[in-house]
């Protein structure tokens, strides 16, 4: 079964500053790859998606993530915080039988 | 209008009651899903159904009901609430398809507090 691991439980980052969020999974095939990404008090919304193709993926709010097949990883990106961006965010690994696994979560505090 | 809907947004229930947790979508999605959302813990599966009278386990399936006797419509039950099942319930759905079509879309999600 695939799993996925969120190393860090919360990033503190100062607006305009870049944000990396590690994201690694574990699954023998290729597998799909998401972010997304939860406000408070909201539901979950898709940020971007690997599947095949360029390993560079772009994403909504000017988000971006590369997998890496020799380092299982999905990690995710965005070169200038905004305040707005100050939420959790989840990776989920899925092999494709429609079942999404999720890792822990990483919350994002932006500072002045 | 179109999308997915959890109803209720808010519950507080006693330990011991039968609660019922409705989802509802508009798009004919073949599978459906219940995760719960816990601190330190993520989203677990509970349940999901890839059809109308097909369900199956998650993840996290003990104390918690499921039916789907319409596609639109996928009920999460709690036979004998716990405080254990304090938690954000979310419902998902996703339609049949690979690469750029597989991927979910979620509900804004139930929190249940069991007292």
């Known amino acids: 079964a695939q799993s996925v691991t969120q190393p860090d439980i919360h990033i503190t980052v100062s607006e305009g500053a870049s944000l990396e969020l590690r994201c690694n999974y574990s699954?023998?095939?290729?597998?799909?790859l998401f972010w997304y990404v939860q406000s408070p008090g909201q539901g979950l919304q898709l940020l971007l998606k690997y599947f095949s193709g360029d390993t560079l993926v772009q994403g909504i709010k000017g988000f971006e993530a590369e997998f890496k097949r020799s380092q299982s990883s999905f990690n995710l990106r965005k070169p200038s915080v905004h305040w707005s961006d100050a939420a959790e965010y989840f990776c989920a690994v899925g092999a494709g039988d429609y079942k999404l696994s999720f890792g822990a979560g990483t919350t994002v505090t932006v500072r002045a | 209008d179109a999308g997915i809907t959890q109803s209720p947004r808010y519950k507080i229930t006693e330990t011991g009651r039968q609660v019922t947790l409705m989802c509802h979508q508009t798009w004919s999605h073949s599978y459906m899903f219940w995760y719960r959302q816990d601190l330190g813990h993520g989203l677990r599966l509970i349940y999901y159904s890839a059809a109308a009278d097909i369900t199956d386990k998650g993840e996290v399936p003990d104390g918690y009901v499921v039916s789907r006797s319409k596609t639109e419509n996928f009920p999460l039950t709690l036979e004998s609430a716990t405080r254990s099942q304090t938690s954000v319930y979310f419902c998902a759905s996703s339609r049949i398809g690979t690469g750029e079509n597989y991927g979910y879309t979620f509900g804004s999600g139930t929190r249940l507090t069991v007292v």
């Open positions: 699954y023998g095939a290729t597998p799909y």
